[in-house]
């Protein structure tokens, strides 16, 4: 017992070594998540933000210039063009000048006088869909409390209707980056120790050592731990750089507990090196590590509700998306840092990663016999 | 003398041919190339295409119904036809926080104890709360809910009840170039440039760090092969390997989806064929700086696939993204590919568009090219 964990030790040092001496390779670990966090931060968002927009008042009143300035006091749209004819709104599109046109009708201030129904139109690029439809949402939401205004303003307060509050729970000023910055702890984390893990077997093997680590006293369980666990501690490494990024960079509030993310960490990079060392096991060298990797971390960065929601997708998808470590990962964080869950809360997905670390780490194991025998 | 000339050039167009040839069948007997050349084009069609989706639909909704009347019960029922949610029936606000803590739903939507008598007095207040921490399925969210119960207000809710004429404002939506709004149209054209990355820049670092890493490169300078036919060798194959994957795009996203190919296809592929050639750049000079699979490997992937997804429009819009963000974007290839794959696909052969698009890829195309030539000729020196 005690000579089998100081050759884990032994492993694990001889393995720490060969990950962090060589100073490029420092520098690929610990760089490239901050460098991914501050790009995710400012670029993944889906909130508009002063995008180029072109207006043709075809009314020129009172009500139609008081409409334009309220969509451009909003922020997310910046007037690029004020248009004269209709016939200039195709090229403006068409050559991404401008990504919404917004027309107003030629009775636009008629039609409200007379307590009758006004009329615009908006016309976005439908080349990026997601940018078309959230602006058509951003008008319609401020051209309606225009008329709310208009009409308290002009003697029409007593309308009926129904007045909808809303509130935003967990993230009050709907950030995209406030889910965004720590769903990327797991991605990042799973990214690196997955190619990690794969990648130093595959080395090894490559290099013929693997073979020579085998003949050692080295039972396959001992190698197994000798290789997930340095992967693992850079793993929690990149996740401390990346908290720290959220939260001194960034500021986005930490609700939850430490020691609650850290556990759910430690059981998730279990799972994730489980799958990087069934990766290294069947592949005959670093290429196919690494070609392996990518495939297998595509599907889970795509199906794991990090740039689009899990509800969204046929429900054949979303039962697979049982089988991705990353979704309980990125739903974990989120709970944890957005909404301080308790561990009761999490019991679902600590249960499922359990299982997948449970299934794949064992099989590694065996497979490493396997190769011996 | 001019026939001393062309056996040169003979000679070596032989040895390019020869070293190609060696080349490919290395691709070839390596079955993880052909991962990354098919198996990944198809597997990546099917996620975009079926997996990500910015539409919302059943989406889970708790509706909190204290004093059940004939107006709660229609405003229920409509909520319940729509195809947009799933209604979770409670009967008290903290049943319903319960149910969002545990994720059960992602909305609530209360109304209050005398919601009849206030839509007839026309001061009904409703309250929708979301689970913001997905801050765009929460912005869509409440925004469905809000209209749901608008079209209830303006269909089921006035009869019987006078409705005075109120001054309104009607907005006409209309969205070019995608009539039905599908995100599908906007995301599979995206596909073509995950897959040109991935081979062009990737793969083709990682083949060439390994012969570095092993020593075969400098084995091959040994030998009467000039720099440039190196290059050139090395580049043909992954070159044809990357036009197979726009092909298996292409085809994949008009026949499984239905895209339309608006602009020529001679033109996707020049364009195309110039992004790769800068991926294949970027593969080769990466490779050349850093001489080791793993370090090539992470510096790739962060320069090239990592902008590729992130700063080049295909999923994030680059025009709501912070100034500095949008300069950092004008030096990755990506974003110029990116918008000239939109437009050629969804809006047609757009030169204003298309043109400087294509000049930017093709200038740094070749300075890439010549700076790969340049680390590898300076090794012989």
Redesign the interface.
């Known amino acids: 017992m005690i000579d089998s964990l100081y050759r884990i030790i032994a492993l694990v040092r001889k393995e720490l070594l060969a990950i962090l001496k060589d100073p490029?390779?420092r520098v690929?670990?610990f760089v490239?998540p901050i460098?991914?966090c501050l790009?995710?931060g400012?670029?993944?968002?889906?909130?508009?933000?002063?995008?180029?927009y072109a207006v043709l008042d075809l009314d020129r009143s009172g009500a139609s210039r008081s409409l334009i300035s309220t969509i451009d006091r909003n922020g997310a749209f910046e007037r690029v063009a004020t248009l004269q004819k209709a016939s200039e709104i195709p090229d403006q599109?068409?050559?991404?000048r401008v990504?919404l046109a917004i027309v107003i009708d030629r009775d636009f201030e008629r039609?409200?006088?007379?307590?009758?129904?006004?009329?615009?139109?908006?016309?976005?690029?439908?080349?990026?869909?997601?940018?078309?439809?959230?602006a058509?949402?951003y008008?319609?939401?401020i051209?309606?409390d225009?008329?709310q205004k208009?009409?308290d303003e002009?003697g029409?307060s007593?309308?009926?209707?129904?007045?909808?509050?809303?509130?935003?729970?967990?993230?009050?000023n709907?950030?995209?980056r406030?889910?965004m910055i720590p769903s990327l702890i797991g991605t990042i984390t799973m990214?690196t120790t997955l190619?990690l893990t794969a990648?130093s077997v595959a080395?090894e093997r490559e290099a013929g050592t693997f073979e020579q680590l085998l003949v050692t006293p080295f039972r396959p369980y001992e190698i197994m731990i000798g290789k997930a666990f340095p992967s693992m501690l850079v793993g929690l490494m990149q996740a401390t750089l990346i908290l720290l990024v959220a939260q001194l960079w960034f500021r986005i509030p930490f609700a939850g507990s430490y020691a609650i993310l850290y556990l759910s960490m430690i059981e998730f990079l279990a799972a994730s090196v489980g799958i990087g060392l069934f990766i290294s096991s069947i592949?005959k060298?670093?290429?196919?590590a690494?070609?392996?990797s990518?495939?297998v971390m595509?599907?889970f960065m795509?199906?794991s509700?990090l740039?689009?929601?899990i509800?969204?997708?046929?429900s054949i998808?979303q039962y697979l998306t049982y089988l991705n470590p990353l979704r309980y990962a990125i739903?974990m964080t989120?709970?944890i840092y957005?909404?301080a869950a308790g561990i009761a809360?999490l019991v679902p997905e600590m249960m499922a990663l359990l299982v997948i670390a449970a299934i794949t780490l064992p099989i590694a194991a065996w497979m490493f016999r396997n190769r011996l025998a | 003398m001019i026939g001393e000339m062309n056996r040169e050039r003979r000679q070596s167009i032989r040895r390019i041919i020869a070293l190609t040839r060696k080349e490919t069948w290395q691709i070839l007997r390596?079955?993880?190339?052909i991962?990354?050349g098919v198996?990944?084009p198809l597997?990546?069609l099917i996620?975009?295409g079926?997996?990500?989706?910015?539409?919302?639909?059943?989406?889970?909704v708790a509706v909190v119904v204290e004093h059940a009347s004939e107006d709660t019960n229609s405003a229920v029922s409509a909520l319940r036809l729509s195809r947009y949610f799933v209604v979770h029936p409670t009967s008290s606000m903290a049943e319903a926080e319960h149910l969002?803590?545990?994720?059960t739903v992602?909305a609530i939507l209360r109304f209050p104890p005398h919601f009849s008598r206030d839509?007839t007095?026309?001061?009904?207040?409703?309250?929708?709360?979301?689970?913001?921490?997905?801050?765009?399925?929460?912005?869509?969210a409440?925004?469905y809910?809000?209209g749901a119960?608008?079209t209830w207000?303006a269909r089921d809710a006035k009869d019987g009840?006078a409705?005075?004429?109120?001054?309104?404002?009607?907005?006409?939506?209309?969205?070019?170039?995608?009539?039905a709004?599908?995100?599908q149209?906007?995301l599979v054209p995206g596909v073509i440039v995950l897959v040109m990355t991935?081979i062009g820049a990737?793969?083709t670092s990682?083949?060439i760090a390994?012969e570095w890493e092993r020593g075969t490169f400098e084995a091959l300078f040994a030998t009467p092969v000039r720099p440039g036919e190196i290059l050139l060798s090395k580049t043909i194959p992954y070159f044809v390997m990357g036009m197979l994957g726009l092909a298996l795009s292409v085809i994949g996203s008009i026949v499984l989806f239905g895209i339309p190919l608006r602009g020529s296809l001679w033109l996707l592929v020049v364009v195309s064929s110039l992004y790769l050639l800068v991926a294949l750049g970027m593969g080769l000079v990466i490779s050349s700086v850093?001489k080791?699979?793993?370090?090539a490997?992470?510096?790739t992937?962060?320069v090239t696939y990592?902008?590729a997804t992130?700063?080049s429009?295909f999923?994030?819009?680059i025009?709501?993204?912070?100034m500095?963000?949008q300069v950092v974007?004008l030096i990755f290839p990506a974003r110029y590919f990116v918008?000239s794959l939109?437009?050629i696909f969804?809006?047609g052969d757009?030169w204003?568009?298309i043109l400087p698009d294509m000049a930017v890829l093709a200038v740094m195309a070749s300075i890439l090219m010549r700076i790969a030539l340049k680390s590898t000729r300076k090794i012989i020196g």
């Open positions: 490029k390779s690929t670990l490239p460098l991914q790009i995710f400012y670029a993944a968002s889906y909130d508009l933000n002063n995008v180029p599109i068409t050559e991404k990504a039609q409200l006088m007379a307590g009758k129904t006004a009329k615009i139109q908006v016309i976005a690029d439908g080349r990026n869909t997601n940018t078309a439809s959230t058509q949402g008008v319609s939401t051209t309606s225009f008329v208009w009409r002009n029409h007593a309308t009926p209707g129904i007045q909808v509050t809303t509130r935003a729970w967990y993230n009050p709907l950030e995209t406030w889910n990214m190619i990648m080395r592949s060298n670093m290429q196919q690494m070609i392996g990518v495939i595509m599907p795509l199906m509700g740039t689009t929601p509800m969204n997708m046929p998808l739903s989120r709970q957005l909404e809360q | 390596d079955p993880s190339a991962a990354i198996i990944l597997l990546m996620l975009f079926y997996g990500l989706s910015f539409d919302i639909k059943n989406l889970p969002m803590a545990k994720q992602s839509v007095r026309g001061d009904a207040t409703l309250l929708v709360a979301v689970n913001a921490t997905d801050a765009n399925s929460a912005r869509i409440s925004s809910v809000k119960i608008n207000l009840r409705e005075p004429e109120i001054p309104n404002i009607v907005i006409e939506n209309r969205m070019w170039f995608n009539d709004n599908q995100s149209w906007f991935l990737l793969l990682l083949v390994r850093t080791s699979q793993f370090l490997n992470q510096i992937f962060l990592l902008p992130m700063l429009g999923i994030f819009d025009r709501s993204m912070p500095a963000a974007t918008s939109q437009t969804l809006a757009v204003a568009v």
